[in-house]
């Protein structure tokens, strides 16, 4: 194993330490973190994904989406930084990380997918992120008593796939 690959997967591990800024901002005790959030995206694209979608590469995008965050952390709309400078912080951690790695490249291709929405596997992913987000919401509401108000009607705004909404809506 490269050396650069040992790094990788090592650094990639702090994704279990990173938390869900949106929780913490709001007073949610013990809160997601990053990595908790990618294998629900990730769970949802595995079990509500339409026929004709490549589910393996669903997968892929769900895994790869929040990769950057291990090095930027959880930039919300709240911290203030601009779209276009987000996306230029992750993007350029994001090249850092994955170089020294065999596949490196190709893991960031799938993060500019997911970015751009340019596949239908990328949108997708994007729906299954926000309702990952719904239904966080519903839940720490549930269990917390917390006020999830904001972010349940960020998520729902934003989840443009009516199956998805529906869903949402149901839990």
């Known amino acids: 194993m490269s050396d650069g690959l040992r790094a990788l997967l090592l650094e990639t591990l702090r994704l279990k330490e990173v938390p869900r800024a949106g929780w913490q901002r709001i007073g949610v005790r013990a809160p997601e973190s990053v990595a908790a959030h990618s294998w629900g995206v990730a769970f949802l694209a595995l079990v509500l994904c339409p026929a004709g979608l490549d589910r393996g590469r669903a997968l892929a995008i769900a895994l790869a989406h929040d990769l950057a965050e291990v090095r930027v952390g959880d930039i919300t709309p ?29 893991l960031v291709s799938l993060w500019d997918e997911y970015s751009a929405a340019t596949t239908p ?18 839940h720490y509401a549930a269990s917390q008593g917390i006020d999830t108000g904001e972010l349940l009607r960020s998520a729902l705004a934003a989840l443009d796939d009516e199956a998805l909404r529906d869903l949402a809506g149901a839990v």
């Open 78 to 106: 709240h911290d203030g930084v601009p779209k276009a400078e987000k996306h230029r912080l992750e993007a350029e951690a994001l090249r850092a990380m994955l170089a020294p790695v065999p596949n490196g490249a190709e």
């Open 121 to 138: 596997e990328a949108r997708f992913v994007r729906a299954c992120d926000k309702l990952d987000l719904a239904l966080q919401s519903r």
